[in-house]
């Protein structure tokens, strides 16, 4: 397989990652767990409007992949986003968490995946073509 063709599925892969957690897990709140955790960290009073603003910010981050604009900005924006939110999490509601501590791992590895995909593919890709 081409590094092209892997960069494309990645960024695909990326962004629907986004959608899908923003719009079902959260807007449509598929997976009440998301909503739960708000509550934990942010208090009750406002947890589902808060949850859904933050799908609603999934599905701009999602389309943000999916477009390719800035792409340098939106990985960072990505990673920082992931490992600040896994962290909160991690501390502050790691039993309400799909694997609990060990969802770390899973965010360590999303956060990889950009990384890799962003810095190391895109990265070659551009040398490639400015060649």
Known sequence: MTDRKKYKIL???IGV???VNGLF???LN??????????RI?????????TILIGLSEIIIGLWVLSKL??????IAQMTIVASMNILEFILAPDL???GKLNALF???????VYYNEFVLHKKLKLEASK
């Open 11 to 13: 960024t695909y892969l």
């Open 42 to 50: 942010l208090g009750d009073d406002f947890s589902k409007p808060i």
């Open 97 to 99: 968490l799909l694997w």
């Open 30 to 39: 598929f997976v009440p767990r998301h909503e739960q955790i708000v509550a």
């Open 70 to 75: 800035k792409s340098q900005l939106n990985a």
């Open 25 to 27: 897990c959260k807007i």
């Open 17 to 19: 990652v986004w959608l």
């Open 107 to 113: 965010a360590l590895m999303f956060i990889i995946l």
